[in-house]
Every structure is written in C-alpha cells, then in structure tokens.
T-cell receptor, first 113, second 108 residues
Framework: DTAVSQTPKYLVTQMGNDKSIKCEQN?????MYWYKQDSKKFLKIMFS???????INETVPNRFSPKSPDKAHLNLHINSLELGDSAVYFC????????????FGPGTRLTVT | QKEVEQNSGPLSVPEGAIASLNCTYS??????FFWYRQYSGKSPELIMF????GDKEDGRFTAQLNKASQYVSLLIRDSQPSDSATYLC????????FGQGTELSVKP
C-alpha cells in the first residue's frame, strides 16, 4: 500500500510554463509538507499544512502556491518556471503531535529547460 | 540563521567497520535530532531520533547527542554494503532543518 504518493514522478518543461505536482497520503496524518532538494542534496522545507491550514511558509517565491483541498492532499502549483526551479520536490506527512516523524513521498524530479 | 552542518563526504569504510557520521547545529533551542537515510534516487526515511544527551542504540545504529557541544553523531557498527547511502541529520525547532547530508560508501 502506498503511504505518501506524488504525481508525476518526472516532469520536464520549458522556462515560463506553469506546472502542478500532486501529493496524497493515506496515513490519516494531519500535517503535510513540501520540501525542495537541490542538486547538492540539500533538503529544505517550503511549506507545511495542518488540516488544510498553512502553518509554515518559508521564503519561497510567490510563484509557488500550495493548495490543500483536504487533509489528505497537498498540491504544489508553480507559475513561470525558471531554470533554478529544477530540483527534486518531496511531499511528506506526519501525525498530529509528531511533526518530527515525517514520511516522505517518492519525489518529483522537475527539470526546467 | 538556524543551521545544521554535516561533512558532505564521501565517507568510505570497509565492510564490517564502524562508520561515524557527524553533525553540528547552531540553534541551542533545538530539542530533538533525527537521522534520515536516503538511497540514491529514493526518498529520505527516518532511521533514528534522539532527544536527550547521551547515547541511544537501535540494533547496529547508535545516535549520540551532546547539547553542550551542539553535536550529534550516528555510529553504524558492522557496516554493510547495503548501508551505502546519504545520511541526513536534522534538528527540530518548530520545523525540521536538514544538514546537507553525508554520503557513505561501504566497500565489500
């Protein structure tokens, strides 16, 4: 059974395009996250949602907009893609009160050309 | 700026040896620390966490925390080739702050 799933797994697109990444968790967790991992493996939090409410919003360009239709889903929409957006984006979730116990999705490798 | 620092490696050890992975952090307010393992092309998975000063053992893994020195380490005993991965140290201070990871290679 898939715990945290993301689609698509790979995304190749051109500069200036708009794209979305979807994330779903079937663990019953209340908190979900988006992370960006760059080419040097540095993993950095972007957003955190708790039961559809935005909790953490790091210094991320406003071209990135998360959306949580329900507590099992957290999508990431990116406008006007730039070369520097190329990275692996991970979705994660954690149970309420255990924000340190995070379960990561398989990642979406975004390549902007 | 709260930071978690790791030696990016690569760290190479022979099979059966002890691998020692180290991490320092700048935020004295961080209460808990985590080690995630990430195989190439895969997602991070939590393998150890530690909240208190001292050692915590789980099988072949031992996490060590020294809050006075702001230092966290992970020891892997009897290293196996399957332990070859990038190990990410993370501190918790309201959110997880990750280090850049240490690449470990265990040679048969």
């Amino acid at each position: 059974d898939t715990a945290v799933s993301q689609t698509p797994k790979y995304l190749v697109t051109q500069m200036g395009n708009d794209k979305s990444i979807k994330c779903e968790q079937n663990l019953g967790h209340d908190t979900m996250y988006w992370y960006k991992q760059d080419s040097k493996k540095f993993l950095k939090i972007m957003f955190s949602y708790n039961n559809k409410e935005l909790i953490i919003n790091e210094t991320v360009p406003n071209r990135f907009s998360p959306k949580s239709p329900d507590k099992a889903h957290l999508n990431l929409h990116i406008n006007s893609l730039e070369l520097g957006d190329s990275a692996v984006y991970f979705c994660a979730s954690s149970p309420l009160g255990s924000e340190d116990e995070q379960y990561f999705g398989p990642g979406t490798r975004l390549t902007v050309t | 700026q709260k930071e978690v620092e790791q030696n990016s490696g690569p760290l190479s050890v022979p099979e059966g040896a002890i691998a020692s992975l180290n991490c320092t952090y700048s935020d004295r307010g961080s209460q808990s620390f985590f080690w995630y393992r990430q195989y190439s092309g895969k997602s991070p998975e939590l393998i150890m966490f530690i909240y208190s000063n001292g050692d915590k053992e789980d099988g072949r893994f031992t996490a060590q925390l020294n809050k006075a020195s702001q230092y966290v380490s992970l020891l892997i005993r009897d290293s196996q080739p399957s332990d070859s991965a990038t190990y990410l140290c993370a501190g918790q201070g309201g959110k997880l702050i990750f280090g850049q990871g240490t690449e470990l290679s265990v040679k048969p």
